[in-house]
């Protein structure tokens, strides 16, 4: 059914900036929720944010809030991942996904996309 395409990852120095997009392939229902997930090699995949379509609900992972932050562009069925202040331990995949609940769980999204990785070298 729908589709998600991440964009904007690649290599960036530590302490630098980077911008991830999450383009769905077709409108999503409102209470739709985007999370950003992140895996690195050997590691489990760990919630990063999410976000509803409806309202302004935003929830972080202790390890980025305050460096990261999640937006969406509703009529561009878009959602955005801004990575600030990046270290060398973001790097990992990016993933976002999407559920139908409030839920950081990975195992609870319903749909993937292929990921773009992200390293930050130091």
């Known amino acids: 059914q729908v589709q998600l395409v991440e964009s904007g990852g690649g290599s960036v120095q530590d302490g630098g900036s980077l911008r991830l997009s999450c383009a769905a392939s077709?409108?999503?229902?409102?209470?739709?929720?985007y999370g950003w997930f992140r895996q690195a090699p050997g590691k489990e995949r760990e919630f990063v944010a999410l976000?509803?379509?409806?309202?302004?609900?935003?929830l972080y992972a202790d390890s980025v809030k305050g460096r990261f932050t999640i937006s969406r562009d509703n009529p561009k069925n878009t959602v955005y991942l801004q990575m600030d202040s990046l270290k060398p331990e973001d790097s990992a995949v990016y993933y976002c996904?999407?559920?139908?609940?409030?839920?950081?769980?990975?195992?609870?999204?319903?749909?993937w996309g292929q990921g773009t990785p992200v390293t930050v070298v130091s």
């Open positions: 077709a409108r999503s229902s409102s209470s739709a929720v």
């Open positions: 996904a999407l559920t139908f609940q409030y839920t950081n769980n990975h195992r609870e999204y319903e749909y």
């Open positions: 976000i509803r379509l409806r309202g302004t609900s935003a």
